[in-house]
């Protein structure tokens, strides 16, 4: 498997549920981030999880990172339709972390 | 808020050209980048750059790609014979000291190559 694989690749729920979305990675990491991308535009950062945390979490977001299972999950609380994107997990790679590796990514819809 | 600028959005050109991809990343960045994301696919990791030199680069980035920051502001991505299989949205990235690992992306530049 590729260094940072989603699960699942497309996930559709109503507004007002929550999303679960999980990444799988390889190699040991210092950091884990997660990304949104809107359809066909550039990458928003969502947050980052460093090796040493279990747990983070940002407004609506919570990422949980099991280092002794290389993976990490995010949960976006009380959905809404502004949230309909695709999300991807990425590892800093490489010395000094200069090579960051997107996963394939998982396609969110939050239906009005 | 600051952000990610690249020019052109939308680039079309002849197989076998040269094409310049520009960027104009955040301006107390020192982390600059270049990603690729083929249309439906995952983004994928050109290069990274720091301190005027290419601090890593993929298996992707070979002899007919090149970076330059030719001056103070500007972060451009050259590809030198363009070939069909390089039509992609090429996106430019930059971080900072502080948040080296949280990037900012630019829009994006979508290379069409007939």
């Known amino acids: 498997s590729q260094q940072g694989e989603e699960d699942p690749q497309a996930l559709s729920i109503q507004e007002g549920e929550n999303a679960t979305m999980n990444c799988s990675y390889k190699?040991?990491?210092?950091?884990l981030q997660w990304y949104r991308q809107n359809s066909g535009r550039g990458l928003v950062h969502l947050i980052l999880?460093?090796?040493?945390?279990r747990e983070k979490h940002s407004g609506r977001l919570r990422v949980t990172l099991d280092t002794s299972k290389k993976s990490s999950s995010l949960l976006i609380t009380a959905s809404r339709a502004a949230d309909t994107a695709s999300y991807f997990c990425?590892?800093?790679?490489?010395?000094?972390?200069?090579?960051?590796?997107f996963g394939a990514g998982t396609r969110l819809f939050v239906k009005a | 808020e600051p952000e990610v600028t690249q020019t052109p959005s939308h680039q079309v050109t002849q197989m076998g050209q040269e094409v310049i991809l520009r960027c104009v990343p955040i301006?107390?960045?020192?982390?600059f980048y270049w990603y690729r994301q083929i249309l439906g696919q995952k983004v994928e990791f050109l290069v990274s750059?720091?301190?005027?030199?290419?601090?890593?680069k993929s298996e992707i980035f070979d002899d007919q790609f090149s970076v330059e920051r030719p001056d103070g502001s500007n972060f451009t991505l050259k590809i030198r014979s363009t070939k069909l299989e390089d039509s992609a949205m090429y996106f430019c990235?930059?971080?900072?000291?502080?948040?080296?690992?949280?990037?900012?992306f630019g829009q994006g530049t979508r290379l069409t190559v007939v």
């Open positions: 990235a930059s971080s900072g000291v502080q948040g080296r690992f949280e990037a900012f």
């Open positions: 190699t040991s990491i210092n950091n």
């Open positions: 999880i460093r090796s040493n945390e």
């Open positions: 990425a590892t800093a790679l490489g010395t000094g972390g200069f090579k960051t590796i």
């Open positions: 301006s107390n960045h020192l982390y």
């Open positions: 750059f720091y301190n005027n030199e290419i601090s890593e």
